[in-house]
């Protein structure tokens, strides 16, 4: 079970020095004190590419479900949580993904979502930011299908676009 006020990833940026040596050092010291003190270990690994190159941060050494991958990225207000899950989900999961993405959209329930899914990047490259797997038919299978989610994000900002126009 995750508990969505929790930190499940630790990201720090690569852009900065002065920050990146900061937040790094704080990390740091935060991942020692959970092994330490609370038993939690953390994984150092990529998470996410804001597109100047990927970020290093930390996971939780936690084997989340693709359920709770979406719970942490669709409802959780740790922006780090958002982030870490969607980079997860799009790295072990990138056809569920992509379902669960049409899913929320035909079922017209993409409204709680539609930040997050411009926080990650998917209104500006949909193609870059789901990853394709080995088999050529999987790969055609899920190109159509971000074509797909490609229009359904267009329409909906074009919504909320025309509604903050009123």
Same mark, same amino acid.
């Not at 020692?32 to 609370?38: E, M």
């Given at each position: 079970?995750?508990?969505?006020?929790?930190?499940?990833?630790? @990201?720090?940026?690569?852009?900065?020095?002065?920050?990146?040596?900061?937040?790094?050092?704080?990390? *740091?010291?935060?991942?020692?004190?959970?092994?330490?003190?609370? *038993?939690? $270990?953390?994984?150092?690994?990529? &998470?996410?590419?804001?597109?100047?190159?990927?970020?290093?941060?930390? %996971?939780?050494?936690?084997? &989340?479900?693709?359920?709770?991958?979406?719970?942490?990225? #669709?409802?959780?207000?740790?922006?780090? $949580?958002?982030?870490? %899950?969607? %980079? !997860?989900?799009? /790295?072990?999961?990138?056809?569920?993904?992509?379902?669960?993405?049409?899913?929320?959209?035909?079922?017209? #329930?993409?409204?709680?979502?539609? $930040? /997050?899914?411009?926080?990650?990047? +998917?209104? *500006? !490259?949909?193609?870059?930011?789901?990853?394709?797997?080995?088999?050529?038919?999987?790969?055609? $299978?899920? +190109?159509?299908?971000?074509?797909?989610?490609?229009?359904?994000?267009?329409? %909906?900002?074009?919504?909320?676009?025309?509604? @903050?126009?009123?």
């Amino acid at each position: 079970m995750i508990h969505l006020d929790e930190k499940y990833y630790l @990201l720090y940026p690569n852009f900065d020095t002065k920050v990146y040596h900061k937040e790094l050092s704080r990390i *740091r010291k935060k991942v020692l004190y959970d092994k330490v003190v609370k *038993r939690i $270990n953390w994984e150092k690994r990529e &998470l996410f590419d804001f597109g100047w190159g990927p970020v290093i941060g930390y %996971a939780r050494d936690h084997d &989340l479900t693709f359920e709770e991958l979406w719970t942490l990225f #669709s409802q959780s207000e740790i922006q780090e $949580n958002t982030y870490g %899950a969607y %980079a !997860t989900m799009n /790295r072990l999961h990138p056809s569920m993904l992509l379902d669960k993405l049409i899913e929320v959209f035909e079922s017209n #329930s993409y409204k709680h979502i539609i $930040n /997050r899914l411009v926080m990650v990047g +998917l209104d *500006r !490259t949909r193609k870059g930011k789901i990853i394709d797997e080995e088999s050529n038919d999987i790969v055609v $299978n899920n +190109l159509n299908k971000r074509v797909k989610i490609g229009m359904y994000i267009d329409k %909906a900002l074009l919504e909320i676009s025309n509604q @903050l126009d009123k």
